[in-house]
């Protein structure tokens, strides 16, 4: 059985987060935007990309991130970087690249890593797993954060930031996030920034309050440097980050079934046509279940594929259990 796929060319985008310092507090609200992170420069990110790098590719990403640092020696010599993953697996990769082109780091793992980072020129980055959870670690001699993925917990990257963005802060404090477009990856982005939002909505008393707009209908709510604050404060505050990680240390995030859900499907519209087809047997499977998603076209298309899949693979595989029979028979045969 063949099935229409339409593959859409992934991209690498790389957004950014800054924060001024040093914080006056009674300084007026500067209003950003209506997002979390900005999207990077496109002539900064061309400039980037164009890069040579005289050696092995490792990934796109990881090569980008490997231009993105050689390009911050040129452009904010003498920058520190605190570079962020859940993956503890993919730290080891980007260690060995790093080692590859020479970029100076350490981590929690080596010895004295957090003093060399701190009084070595030589160290430009270190290394920061979702797990480290040092108490009271304060890596201000950084200005820079690379997030190398989107998280759905939102306070595993809001406690990296924290470790360079606080009092004591001299400098100006970017925050890096890299996401290849196209995948899962935007979709964990979208839903965490909407978490984010959502924060800002709500009193201490969990009421919200979002303007509306005098059609009744809602408004974007506006971003400033305080709200932002106080809404990063909230979700960490509300966080047990021991128990935002799966038990097996080579898994990344604990995510619910539902937010799963919502990151492969949530962006699909629902559909207003008729019952027909998979239409009907969606309907069928929400009577049975009560699941209103099976009434998207695109999630029970999801489903009929990985059914016929399945269907193709135990085929095949009976079909190659009868082949040993068959010639297991023909081999006694000949020897009788």
């Known amino acids: 059985m063949l099935h229409d796929i339409t593959l ?3 991209g690498l985008k790389v957004h950014q987060e ?3 310092v040093p914080k006056e507090p009674n300084s007026p609200q500067k209003i950003k935007n209506t ?8 002539d900064k990110l061309a400039a980037i990309k164009n890069i040579q790098l005289d050696g092995p590719s490792f990934a796109t990403k990881i090569d980008t ?3 993105h640092l050689l390009w911050l020696r040129e452009e904010d010599p003498g920058a520190k970087s605190i570079v962020f993953s859940q993956f503890r697996e993919f730290l080891d990769v980007l260690g ?3 080692d590859r082109y020479r970029i100076g780091f350490t981590s929690f793992d080596q ?3 957090i003093s060399k980072f701190k009084e070595e020129p030589g160290i430009e980055c270190f ?3 979702a797990r480290a959870h040092a108490s009271g670690l304060n890596l201000v001699n950084a200005s820079h954060v690379f997030l190398c993925e989107p998280l759905l917990n939102t306070a595993l990257e809001l406690q990296a930031i924290a470790r360079v963005d606080r009092i004591g802060q001299e400098h100006e404090t970017t925050v890096w996030l890299y996401l290849v477009e196209g995948t899962v990856e935007e979709s964990i982005y979208n839903l965490s920034v909407k978490r984010r939002l959502e924060h800002m909505g709500k009193t201490d008393k969990g009421k919200s309050t979002l303007p509306s707009s005098s059609s009744g209908g809602s408004t974007p709510l506006e971003i400033s440097d305080l709200n932002l604050e106080a809404a990063n404060s909230l979700e960490l505050q509300q966080a047990a980050l021991s128990k935002m990680m799966s038990k097996d240390k080579q898994l990344g995030e604990e995510v619910d079934n539902n937010d799963i859900w919502e990151c492969l499907f949530g962006h699909v519209k629902e559909s207003s046509s008729g019952l027909s087809g998979s239409n009907a047997a969606g309907a069928a499977a929400v009577k049975a279940t009560g699941d209103e998603r099976f009434n998207d076209p695109t999630v029970m298309g999801f489903l009929a594929a990985q059914a ?6 135990a085929e095949i595989e009976e079909a190659r259990r009868q082949l040993r029979n068959s010639g297991s028979s023909g081999f006694s045969a000949s020897c009788s």
């Open 127 to 129: 290394l920061m797993d």
């Open 111 to 113: 010895k004295n890593g």
């Open 8 to 10: 859409k060319k992934q």
């Open 96 to 98: 060995r690249a790093f």
């Open 18 to 20: 800054q924060s001024n």
């Open 35 to 42: 997002g979390i992170y900005s999207e990077f420069s496109d």
């Open 308 to 313: 016929a899949q399945e269907r193709e693979d």
């Open 65 to 67: 991130l490997i231009k």
